[in-house]
């Protein structure tokens, strides 16, 4: 006798949660993800259907083959995928599944799929991100992006996120979590007028002059 896993019939298509690296293609007019692992090759776009990562002709998810979209039942779950030093520039997406799916324990595996939320990590300086900046790495044809502030982005190829949401349509929403430092670096103080800041140069001078003659004053007394 063959057992049968049992058929479910869910009346709203289940809620999943992945990471993934943004990407943006060369010529900058799209944008999607790819995996971090199995299918880390192809990237996908925001509603797409999986393909086998080896080439084979069948549908995924294929009893026999273990290709397929993946996702987690958990959204703790993929955050703690976060913590692994390869994944920590990874993004957090919560996804719909749709097509047909098998469970496991932790997560399943399907046919198709829709990004409707990413989730970005802060900036590597703490900071919270507020924009996609090329992360120095890729595949043909596509370019890996990852959260930065506007400071870290500096001079590098980098994209708003409504800007990569836009690209990526299907109303993707791109929302940044809170960053452990301060949100802007800190600055001199504010409103100096011209008098107070000679002033302050000034004082800076005395303090240079008095340091002078005292280190003068060390080399004379100890030179014999
Ligand atoms: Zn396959
Ligand atoms: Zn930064």
Redesign the pocket.
Known sequence: MRLRLPEEHPTEPPTGYKIAYPVLSHNGRRAGFTGVSLGGGLPYGVLDDAR???G?R?R?P?RR????FHCLHSRDEALGLTCLTEHRRAVVLEITVLGSYIRYERGMRYARQRVRIARVGPCSCGRASDRFADAGWGRAGWRTVTGSCAGCAADRMSISFPGFARLAGERLTVSAAPGTAAAAPPRPEAGGTVPELVAEAALLQARLDWFQSELAKVIDRDEP
């Open positions: 086998c990562v080896y084979r069948h995924c294929s083959c273990d290709c397929g």
